[in-house]
């Protein structure tokens, strides 16, 4: 299965996953990490990918959302998020495809422009968060805003969905977002 | 009759206070120590019986191992020519040990002591004997005495303390009880008279000082800069058969037939590699022995490592003995340059050392092969996992699975030509390529270029610019003089901004990972070029530019 499909699968009791795909892996196993610290009324499961399209695996449970990380210090890794996204589904960008980008406290290091991973999530129609996966304390706040987003993706939590937290998050005064 | 009148010694009594007769045992010899109006004639060296002249004589030895002597101990070697008689004395144990004599008395000088002033007046005029062992033969072995003294001194300063005992059992040449008799945990300065006596008991020449030059050497190799040079005989000449005696004294002579004074050493270690070290001096002047140049040979490989030394002209006698001496016929600088001397070795000797075993491929998952804790909680789960496996394995199969030799630097030149999307741009339409000077720098490159793809930071396998660092004709490790800024700030990409000077992440415009300043920060020109030891960051993968054809420096 090259193309990952939203609905393709039936969900789980209680379950619900979420998908980091990043080219590094200690930044993702840390923010994995994070994730599964705090309790869950969900069962939740991360799954890691350095990129898509996945192997494929039969007992791979639903993905809920999936978590695109790129690191402003490497153009490999922003040049590989954008090779994966081919390989998603259009139905996920319905408010079940976050973007997070990483690195942008130290600008000198940085060889990505914020402005290009703003224009890059635009265009997906999809929320940015920026955060530091290397400090504990933003590891973790992210973490748990990452939880409660895949909750909602899930539908785990009532009277909240993928799509009208979609519109949530869309940010008003952001000057791309009028142009939708 | 004045034995009993100390006030004599302001620095002290003598250790004897009595008036032994002359330790015929010990005394070769008598000598007066007299003012200039008593010149002694050098035959009067021998020995007398008795000790009378016409001036009050007093017999004994002076103790000089108080402590008082000390900043004059210290400068004993200070403008302590044999003309200027002062300072000659030297700080010595009562033990049976020689006198040095303070000066020749046969010069008829006036022997001014650091002994006293005080003395000299009133007690000099007394006459004094001083009762040593062959005078003759100790001036002159004073003579070198404090070149050699000197040196030893400061090359005992330069072993950290630790390492001494080591050094000077390699050295081999104090004897494994005095080694024992050794303090150390006095302060350096006394462990080095300490030492400086034990030496100078034994004759210590300037041979047994160059050898312990060599051997200090070996242990901190990484005090001095290496180069490589490879010789290489006329094709289709015969493999001679190497002798090591013959090449020493081929060596030795060449350079002593160039250069009168120039002080040659060897020292064959166990992996049958000849150290050799030379003290080069002029027509006119004795070696100096403290800029010597180190070689390292091994005699079965045309490679040989030679020590960065600050006297340039003597180069290229250098390479022209060990030329001759180990019959090549050209020797050429292979661009390596390093501290790391096994470094260079592994690189160098790759070539004949085949160590990794190819038919491994199957390389298990390591624990923290990829910065991964395997003991992962249960719901994280892995996907990717083989083409982890793959990276792991072109990893391995590029670099090795052992530990990489340590290099700092990598510098390549780079001639590229712009590319651009937008035609009709200035860079686009220059005719010459634009010449790029690329600078990798690291604690240890080797190694980080390896843990590149398993990071996550590159692609596996790496780009041949980064791995043909492997091999050893396209490196060049050298201190850039100059980073050629490329324009590549507007290369066609829908990146209008400007990226500040700081920021050096490369911009893949021009090709290649390049070092480059934007066009937008001429204040800070300056200052890349006079950067040298700037802390790479993520090095990126190298996208394949057009045209582009790296040329190293050769």
């Known amino acids: 299965m090259s193309v990952l499909r939203p609905m393709d699968k039936l969900p789980d009791l209680n379950r619900a996953t979420i998908l980091l795909v990043g080219t590094e892996d200690a930044l993702l196993q840390q923010l994995a990490e994070s994730m599964l610290k705090d309790d869950c009324a969900s069962e939740l499961r991360v799954h890691l990918a350095n990129s898509l399209p996945l192997p494929s695996d039969a007992n791979r449970p639903r993905i809920d959302l999936i978590v695109f990380v790129i690191n402003l210090h490497s153009k490999h890794s922003l040049q590989k998020v954008e090779e994966s996204l081919n390989h998603v589904d259009s139905r996920f960008f319905l408010g079940k495809v976050c973007f997070l980008a990483t690195g942008a406290e130290r600008e000198s290091h940085c060889s990505i422009h914020r402005n290009t991973v703003i224009k890059l999530a635009h265009t997906y129609r999809s929320p940015l968060l920026f955060c530091d996966l290397k400090v504990e304390s933003c590891r973790a706040t992210m973490a748990q805003r990452l939880v409660r987003m895949l909750q909602i993706c899930a539908g785990h939590v009532p009277g909240v969905s993928a799509l009208n937290l979609l519109s949530l998050l869309r940010c008003s005064d952001s000057p791309l977002s009028k142009e939708s | 009759s004045d034995a009993g009148d100390l006030t004599r010694f302001p620095y002290g009594a003598p250790t004897t206070t009595s008036h032994p007769p002359i330790h015929r045992e010990q005394c070769g010899g008598l000598v007066r120590w007299a003012g200039p109006e008593q010149p002694l004639a050098a035959s009067k060296a021998p020995r007398r019986e008795g000790l009378q002249t016409r001036r009050a004589v007093w017999t004994g030895q002076v103790g000089f191992n108080d402590a008082r002597w000390a900043p004059e101990g210290g400068e004993r070697t200070k403008g302590a020519s044999p003309q200027s008689s002062t300072g000659a004395v030297s ?207 091994y005699p079965q490989t045309p490679y040989v490592f030679i020590s960065t030394c600050p006297l340039k002209s003597t180069v290229p006698l250098l390479h022209q003995a060990l030329k001759v001496a180990s019959k090549h016929h050209q020797i050429v600088h292979l661009n390596l340059r ?112 390896k843990s590149l793809a398993p990071a996550g930071i590159a692609d596996a396998p790496l780009s041949p610019l980064l791995t043909s660092a492997l091999r050893l004709r396209q490196f060049c490790l050298c201190f850039p003089s100059y980073v050629v800024a490329v324009a590549a700030a507007g290369a066609g990409t829908e990146r209008g901004a400007w990226r500040p000077c700081g920021s050096h992440g490369g911009h893949g415009g021009g090709g290649g990972c390049v070092r480059s300043s934007g066009p937008g920060c001429p204040g800070h020109a300056d200052e890349h070029a006079g950067s040298r030891r700037r802390r790479l960051g993520p090095v990126e993968a190298v996208g394949v530019a057009a045209s582009r054809q790296p040329t190293a420096t050769g």
């Not at chain 2, 000066?103 to 008829?108: H, I, L, M, W």
């Not at chain 2, 804790?373 to 990893?395: C, F, P, Y």
């Open chain 2, 338 to 449: 390093s501290r790391h001397l096994d470094s260079l070795k592994a690189i160098v000797f790759r070539e004949y050392n085949q160590t990794f075993d190819s038919h491994n491929t199957t390389v298990p998952l390591q624990e923290g092969s990829f910065g991964l804790d395997m003991n992962l909680d249960s719901n994280i789960i892995l996907e990717n996992t083989e083409e982890k496996e793959r990276i792991q394995r072109v990893t391995q199969d590029t670099f090795g699975a052992y530990p990489q030799p340590q290099l700092e630097f990598a510098q390549y030149k780079l001639e590229t030509r712009f590319k651009s999307d937008i035609s009709g741009g200035i860079l686009a339409d220059r005719k010459e390529p634009l010449r790029c000077l690329i600078k990798f720098s690291s604690p240890h490159l080797l190694e980080a270029l």
């Open chain 2, 91 to 297: 700080r010595r144990s009562t033990a049976a040990e020689p006198w040095p004599e303070p000066s020749p008395p046969g010069v008829g000088r006036d022997f001014t002591c650091r002994l006293g002033s005080a003395l000299r007046p009133t007690a000099l005029s007394a006459g004094r004997w001083l009762c040593f062992e062959t005078w003759a033969r100790s001036i002159r072995a004073r003579k070198m005495d404090e070149n050699i003294a000197e040196f030893l001194r400061r090359s005992i300063l330069k072993i950290p303390l630790h390492a001494i005992k080591t050094i000077l059992k390699t050295w081999d040449f104090l004897s494994e009880d005095q080694l024992e008799t050794i303090n150390l945990r006095q302060r350096k300065e006394s462990l080095t008279q300490e030492i400086i006596l034990l030496c100078e008991g034994k004759n210590a020449n300037l041979d047994d000082m160059a050898l312990l030059d060599i051997v200090y050497t070996q242990v901190h190799r990484h005090k001095k800069l290496w180069d490589v040079f490879q010789m290489s005989k006329e094709p289709g000449e015969d493999v001679d058969l190497f002798d090591m005696k013959q090449f020493q004294t081929s060596f030795k002579k060449i350079l002593q037939r160039a250069l009168k004074n120039v002080a040659v050493n060897f020292r064959v270690d166990q992996k049958n590699a000849v150290w050799i070290r030379v003290a080069w001096g002029t027509q006119h002047s004795q070696p100096n022995q403290y800029k010597p140049t180190f070689v390292v040979y």
